[in-house]
């Protein structure tokens, strides 16, 4: 009785042919998959997609705008709070400034200005 001899170039080829029919049989399985679906149901399910995307277009430009409305209102609350005669002495008082020269800068009383000092100054 002679052995079964099977050399590694037909194990490849056997190989090969065995992923061959499965990839054939793969693409037979999708076409059919493809084509079970009726047309209104591709239809609906492309007017869906159609729909939810104009909804987020519309969610990010509400977005956008109210973005821009608080970045505005924070550039309004920076200037407003650089304005005060308080941040420019705080501001002083952490470049070293003393207390006469912020009362005199500033305009506001010696007692502010010490406790501005003792507080802000490194």
């Known amino acids: 009785m002679e052995s079964l001899v099977i050399t590694w170039r037909e194990l490849m080829i056997g190989v090969i042919a ?3 029919v499965y990839a054939a049989e793969l693409l037979v399985f999708l076409r059919l998959l493809a084509r079970g679906r009726p047309r209104w149901q591709q239809a609906l399910d492309h007017h869906e997609e159609h729909f939810e995307t104009s909804r987020l277009e519309s969610q990010l430009t509400e ?3 109210q973005v821009a ?3 505005a ?3 309004t609350l920076r200037l407003n ?3 005060t005669p308080y941040n420019q002495a705080i501001q002083l008082a952490r470049e070293g ?3 006469a ?3 005199n800068e500033c305009s506001i009383s010696r007692g502010e200005a010490e406790l501005i ?3 802000y100054q490194k």
């Open 18 to 20: 065995v992923l061959a």
């Open 101 to 103: 020269r912020i009362v």
């Open 117 to 119: 000092v003792a507080l």
């Open 73 to 75: 209102e924070v550039d």
């Open 63 to 65: 977005v956008r705008a």
């Open 97 to 99: 400034a003393e207390a």
């Open 69 to 71: 409305k608080l970045q």
């Open 81 to 83: 709070q650089q304005a």
